[in-house]
């Protein structure tokens, strides 16, 4: 009985994880499949996004302002980083776009060490969600960790609404996988890519912001998030959100079960998972190439 | 004014070399390598505040011989410790070194130390190393080894009636060296250590850990985590509802200046360490005044640490007459001396280890409060120390 308890705690876990694990991925993938861009920035996207919560937490006292503050903020950082620097890097090789973003990566790490320091925070969690319900067996979920859970299904399925169902979010499918359509459809590609840098960057910071009571905030605390992200939009197939999605809370569910069952392999499980899968379907589970 | 002022250094610094260090007339220099910076800055600052409070106690003077302190701030950062300690040997030719606080710059002055007989002494950083395969009769310790505070919680719950109980750890030095402690201290009762439960330092994602542990079939959970990752476990394992059923414990950095931030989630939470909050020695009282006094802050258990290697090197020098070179000597002097400490009167173990108490307190209302001993004179067992 408590073995499977403790097995149904786990997989909640697991999703848990796993959804803000698609949080973070969804942006990278559409980045990936629209642009083509290889955004290793994206990690340090999701530890600008914690930091902002923790700053806005420690002086407005509330954390609920640094959602939306999270999801502006990136619209605006991303559209500005997108027009100001990745535009410019369109036509170059991937190798080059590779060193752009990771020359970000440096330049946030300094600004962050700059602008505050390189301690460990921790960020309250709301006094209005500050309790537990009990789930199984003994074991009990904050409200907090549930209300996460729960906005993250809701973002995703507002996504995959927008991308499926508005004529906006066809154009980015367009762009993602038959390129040469969207310009024979007459649809300015230069701001779809606005777009989706800018969406992306959105998700990533929101991502930070929610995580940020969960898990505190440290330097280079994205760096594990954007590994496993790169493997999520690998398995799921690049550019591909509903890939996304399901390959975020099969991650999301190794990765928890592999470190509370066998965690000297826990690391390893998820790259051996993509292994497989890059050997058994090389453009991912739900490519539709 | 620069060049000037260097130039009197250098001749300042020939003149040491070609005079006898025994010279009593010139002051004896003491190198304070710790962090001023960074996210250990507060620590650093209290153990200098309470060595220099030590210092001015003994009128200035350890052994008969006035004592100049050179500070160097660390930055917590190992990549650039052994700059740093050639800095302070070389081109200040400290006679003694104090420091430091984190486990992996304090390996660069302890081979240093080793290499060139400088007497070191270590007023936190508790690597075990440092006083086990790695000990010397230069190398000095006026905290804790890592394994001394997990020992006595292991001793203190297995003589509650505990049975059995899991260790939930980083997986890095201090945290795998606390775990046998606390190993070693449950088997001193007759319990057993079942389980090592460990992630990746500094990741903070508990969740895969706290869901087993109702499974487990333990009746405590022990810890080891420090600063923001202590703050995160206790205030997670709160939340998963834990606490009721399964009393956390552990190394007593759990709490240690934490208490705060954590708030309700702490609230209970027994750990052990070589100090806390209403310890009742008259020693401890009127440190605690003059620390305040001096400071204007709360001592702590870093500020007992940096005072008491002001006291082992006190009374080293005072057995060699103020000559930091005479090792065997200073070591002689220091491991015969009971050292009067706030925390309670220690001596040094032969691997030269404080012999102490280790506390067990009780997080109550922002204070860890002593309720009594867990472990009376322990001892590290100083395993691999080879002294000549």
Known sequence: MTA??????????????????????????????????????????????????????????????????????????????????????????????VLLTFALILLFEEARAALL??????????????????VIGGFAYSAYRLAVLVICLGVAGLMVLFVERTKIGSAIRAAAEKPEMVDLLGIDAGRIHTLVFAAGTALAMLAGALAAPLQSVYPGMGDGFLILS????????????????????????????????????AGIAVCALMAVVLLWRPTGLFSRA | MRPLSRRFMLAGSAAALATPAIAQGAPLKVGLMLPFSGTFAALGENIAAAFEL?????????????????????????????????????????????????????????????????????PNAGNVAATRDLCSPSVFRSSFSNWQPAYGM?????????????????????????????????????????????????????QPILAQLPGLGVDAVGSFFAGGGAIQFVKDYAAAGLRDKLPLCGSGFLTEGVLKPQGAAAEGIQTA???????????????????????????????VQG????????????????DATAIKALGAAIRAARIDSPRGAFTLSASHNPIQTIWLREARNGENRVIGAAAEALADPGTGCKMA
């Open chain 1, 4 to 97: 499977l308890a403790g097995l149904l705690a786990q997989i909640l876990n697991g999703i848990q994880y796993g959804l803000l694990l698609f949080l973070i991925s969804s942006g990278l993938t559409l980045i990936f499949g629209v642009m083509g861009v290889i955004n290793l920035a994206h990690g340090s996207l999701f530890m600008i996004g914690a930091y902002l919560a923790y700053v806005i937490a420690s002086v407005t006292g509330s954390l609920w302002l640094a959602l939306p503050a999270a999801i502006l903020g990136g619209v605006l950082f991303g559209a500005l980083l997108e027009r100001g620097l990745f535009r410019r890097f369109r036509a170059r090789e991937h190798l080059d776009q």
């Open chain 1, 117 to 134: 320091d390189n301690q460990f925070h921790s960020v309250p969690v709301p006094a209005i969600l500050d309790f537990s319900v009990p």
């Open chain 1, 230 to 265: 790169f493997i999520v939009v690998v398995i799921g197939g690049l550019g591909s959100i509903a890939g996304a999605f399901w390959s975020a809370l099969l991650i999301g569910l190794i990765d928890t079960l592999g470190k509370a069952y066998v965690p000297q392999a």
């Open chain 2, 54 to 122: 030590c210092l001015q106690e003994n009128g200035g003077k350890f052994g008969g011989r006035a004592v100049t302190l050179v500070r160097l701030d660390d930055e917590s950062d190992p990549a650039k410790a052994p700059a740093n300690v050639n800095r302070l040997l070389g081109r200040d030719n400290v006679d003694a070194l104090v420091g430091t606080v984190h486990s992996g710059v304090v390996m660069a002055l302890v081979q240093a130390a080793r290499e060139k007989e400088v007497p070191l002494f270590i």
């Open chain 2, 154 to 206: 292991g001793k203190a719950l297995a003589a509650r009636g505990v049975k059995k109980a899991a260790w939930v750890t980083w997986d890095y030095a201090a945290g795998r060296e606390s775990a046998e402690g606390f190993r070693d201290g449950l088997k001193s009762g007759g319990a057993e250590l079942t389980q090592i439960l460990t992630l990746p330092f500094p990741e903070t994602n508990f």
């Open chain 2, 273 to 303: 360490l070589h100090y806390g909050d209403g310890l009742d020695n008259p020693k401890n009282k009127s440190f605690r005044e003059a620390f305040q006094k001096m400071t204007n802050r709360s001592a702590d258990v870093y500020a």
């Open chain 2, 307 to 322: 005072y008491d290697a002001g006291q082992m090197l006190a009374v080293g020098l005072a057995g060699t007459k103020g």
